[in-house]
């Protein structure tokens, strides 16, 4: 993204046509508004970059089919020259030709005509550089036909667009769309612009507009429009004295018959353009972040950083690209409507030296340092108080403008010098994620690298196949609540993204949901379907492996009891509840785990959500459940079966800020290997950790990655996995948790609790005489025998005192008759209750049982 350096932010608004209310389309549903066709279509405008063409930056939808487009503006423009009514030299008007050319070939690369040139839309920088405005409106209007009004001015038009007449909007409500200008339409506009800058005054001015039309419709029968045009306005004489070169480029512009005029591209081979040709650089497209080519990041720095701050007055702002200083100006206030209100104009200029907050922003911050060893937390002289911002709610940091300042730049460099810097990209998410960079920011999370859009354009996206129809079916109801990808741009790259994923995963199939959780990847790289495309095949076999085979019932039983187990750890008093009116996660959990929740909550909190999501490993949703129960708790515990199903239909509102923070905590709380599936993606290749691999314990990766040893999980049969209400977890990780190490005794390590407390207690019900031969340090045993009262209670002991000043904590049992002792504690409430993965025989050979000394 190019600097702003003199751009100004402009904004421009008109109304799209109004559709009747009483159709609907073919498919019975209503028909979608014409604004947002018009927002859809103009998302791709954002993409388009090149130095004669102002950026598009945003647009807007407002109230009765109003819609605000902002852009890159400049103060000077052609009309500049002709207010001043005397004739440019002949190095300015090839400059200008040259340069509205190359503005012009490029757009018709992309498919795209101007249609709308005019010296109000021909912008000069501060350099006396072109930059056409509004070079976009002819493409998101569907070539005028959702707008009420003609897209151009009348004195520049082309011939056969005056002959055309104008097309209404009523002319396409039977699906007939109008035939779209070519691109030599704008080569007559721009020869009526050269014109005029070789006279010095306006045509066409003087007459009514009927008799304008008149007047250039009868330009066909000459053979020299050029001419006919000055003496029709007096200034023969001037056009006598103009060079050969310059003539000959106007009347190739001007030449009636579009069949004979030149387009763009041809007439930049014009002699008299290729004469200062020289004077300019090729343009060369940007490098994407992730490609083929090499990239240059630019990310050195000086010793002593001072010295790119050295000059007091410089605005430091304008370097940043004009997306990053309008999604800044909108956070520090800037309200689009209000500011063309105010003015009672259509374009809204505020210089970004205006902007609140931010023009106090020390040098330093735009260039921050990237040693792993600088602190998480953004730094600014400015403000003492910014670091403390980041203990302040998610919401509140989003909209807080100096701070995201800091985070937009921070992260900006460290995407830049992605893959090198991946982990600090890792460590600084943790923190946040800026919304402007959120989707390179995921896919950087994901391990996304390469040429993605080779390996996309590569996938045939065309050829129809069976699931075409329920993929049809299927999107018009994906979060059409969403502007954006309800319009028909929208659900035209719904269809590439989906199809592109199922053609090149030929051994899964389509399942109803997908398209729920393509949503967030595709808002996020709306214009960039290969990215979409990537991240959404990244996440899959990470978190929903194997869920979309066309036999997935073994996947879903096994991954719905592993969450059934997850809600006994954590909260035995909800699952009793749930388990005796028989409101299994069969009932309600499946949309859950099958879209990671994207068809539960809307896009702004799924943002959120995952945020933290793609930091974890593939049993983080199982936390994310529980959170969302835990919620709701209260309700649960208090309706049957019947009042549950009721409030599922309908899921009351979610805090998900608090809903991420339990869950770290959940996942905090839970065994690496107490959430084991068979089922799960296999292991990573060797020294492919996906950037997990310098992250805290609750980012760590996943325990099927961990190497296998004779103390790893035993892989269970679905019934017998069903059969047991509490998690297993494996010899190694007791062993971790209770930092076994031959000392004799079981702690955990103060590193992951704040309390001095032990965090893991293991419970031997064997036999006392076994437990005496050899038993776990630490451990205390409570024989599976006498435990019990004969009303299921526990015994009163010194042994069961232990247990119950232990409750909250971990709980290990350890021996063979586990499943019904641990179903006895999660009866009476017990919390993190979990068996040891093959008893007491796993840990005999690892030399850390002890014996207690005999009694002298």
Not at 611 to 630: H, K, R
């Amino acid at each position: 993204m190019p600097p702003m350096k003199d751009a100004r932010l402009g904004a421009s608004t008109f109304f799209a046509s109004a559709l009747p209310h009483d159709i609907c389309g073919s498919n019975g549903l209503p028909l979608t508004p014409n604004s947002i066709k018009i927002l859809g279509r103009f998302q791709i405008l954002k993409t388009v970059s090149h130095p004669r063409l102002c950026r598009y930056v945003d647009i807007s939808r407002g109230k009765h089919e109003r819609l605000i487009v902002v852009a890159e503006h400049y103060e000077r423009s052609l009309e500049d020259f002709q207010r001043a009514g005397k004739p440019v030299s002949q190095d300015k008007v090839l400059q200008v030709a040259y340069e509205i050319l190359e503005g012009l070939e490029f757009m018709n690369k992309h498919g795209m005509m101007h249609r709308a040139l005019a010296p109000r839309n021909v912008l000069m920088d501060c350099r006396g550089n072109v930059k056409l405005a509004k070079f976009g409106l002819y493409h998101m209007t569907n070539h005028g036909a959702d707008v009420d009004f003609p897209i151009g001015y009348p004195s520049y038009l082309a011939p056969e667009v005056i002959a055309k007449g104008p097309s209404r909007p009523s002319d396409c409500s039977h699906g007939e769309l109008p035939r779209p200008s070519g691109p030599k339409v704008d080569v007559w506009s721009l020869g009526i612009l050269l014109f005029e800058l070789c006279v010095g005054r306006r045509l066409l001015q003087s007459f009514d507009i009927s008799e304008r039309l008149k007047f250039i419709l009868t330009l066909g029968c000459m053979d020299d429009i050029v001419t006919v045009l000055a003496e029709e306005h007096g200034c023969l004489d001037v056009i006598k004295e103009l060079p050969e070169n310059v003539l000959t480029l106007l009347r190739k512009c001007l030449t009636f018959q579009p069949s004979r005029r030149p387009t763009p591209s041809e007439l930049l081979k014009d002699p008299a353009l290729q004469e200062v040709s020289h004077l300019y650089t090729p343009f060369r497209k940007p490098v994407s972040l992730f490609s083929s080519s090499l990239r240059c990041a630019y990310l050195e720095l000086p010793e002593d950083i001072s010295e790119l701050c050295q000059d007091e007055g410089e605005e430091y702002l304008a370097e940043r690209s004009i997306e990053e200083v309008y999604h800044l100006w909108c956070l520090a206030g800037g309200d689009l409507e209000k500011e063309l209100t105010n003015k009672e104009i259509i374009q809204s200029k505020p210089p970004i030296c205006t902007l609140p907050k931010l023009k106090d922003v020390t040098g330093e911050a735009y260039y921050p340092l990237l040693d792993d060893e600088q602190s998480s937390l953004p730094q600014s002289n400015s403000s003492s108080e910014l670091s403390a911002a980041v203990a302040l709610p998610l919401v509140i940091r989003e909209r807080d403008t100096e701070y995201q300042l800091l985070r937009i730049v921070l992260f900006d460099r460290l995407l830049q010098a992605y893959p090198y810097k991946k982990n600090q990209v890792w460590k600084e998410a943790r923190v946040d994620i800026p919304p402007l960079l959120r989707g390179l920011t995921w896919a950087a999370l994901l391990g996304i690298e390469g040429d993605i859009q080779a390996k996309y354009d590569g996938i045939d996206k065309d050829t129809p196949i069976p699931t075409d129809r329920q993929i049809e079916v299927d999107i018009p109801r994906c979060h059409q609540y969403d502007e954006l990808l309800s319009s028909p741009q929208g659900h035209m790259k719904f269809r590439r993204v989906l199809k592109a994923w199922v053609v090149s995963h030929p051994d899964l199939v389509y399942w109803q949901g997908l398209d729920s959780l393509c949503a967030p990847f595709l808002y996020l790289n709306f214009n960039n379907e290969a990215l979409a495309y990537a991240c959404m095949s990244a996440f899959i076999p990470k978190y929903l492996y194997n869920f979309f085979l066309k036999d997935n019932s073994h996947v879903i039983q096994e991954y719905l009891t592993v969450f059934s187990q997850m809600i006994a750890f954590h909260d035995p008093e909800l699952s009793n509840h749930l388990n005796e009116i028989g409101f299994i996660p069969d009932l309600y959990a499946i949309p859950w785990f099958l879209t990671m929740f994207t068809h539960v909550f809307p896009l702004h909190k799924i943002f959120h959500l995952w945020d933290t999501l793609l930091l974890g490993n593939s049993s983080f949703p199982f936390c994310i459940g529980v959170a969302i129960l835990q919620q709701l708790r209260d309700r649960l515990l208090a309706n049957g079966f019947n009042e549950c199903i009721l409030l599922f239909s309908d899921l009351p509102e979610i805090d998900i800020e608090r809903c991420v923070r339990e869950s770290i905590n959940l996942f905090c709380w839970t065994p690496k290997s107490a959430t084991y599936r068979q089922h799960a993606q296999p292991p990573k290749v060797a020294g492919d950790n996906n950037g997990f691999g310098k992250t805290p314990s609750y980012y760590s990766s996943d325990y099927q990655d961990l190497p296998k040893t004779d103390l790893s999980r035993e892989p269970l049969k679905l019934s017998e996995l069903k059969a047991e209400s509490s998690p297993r977890i494996s010899a190694e990780d007791l062993i971790d948790l209770c930092e076994l190490s031959g000392s004799g005794h079981c702690k955990a390590p103060t590193k992951k609790t704040k309390s001095s407390k032990p965090k893991i207690l293991a419970v031997d019900i064997r036999s006392s005489e076994d437990f005496s031969r050899g038993h776990i340090p630490g451990s205390i045993n409570i024989p599976y025998s006498t435990a019990f009262g004969p009303d299921g209670e526990l015994v009163q002991c010194p042994a069961t005192s232990t247990l119950q000043s232990f409750r909250g904590r971990v709980i290990v049992i350890v021996s063979h008759a586990v499943m019904r002792f641990a179903a006895h504690l999660v009866k009476v409430n017990y919390p993190r209750v979990c068996i040891l993965d093959g008893g007491i025989n796993k840990m005999k050979f690892t030399g850390l049982l002890t014996v207690p000394s005999p009694q002298i």
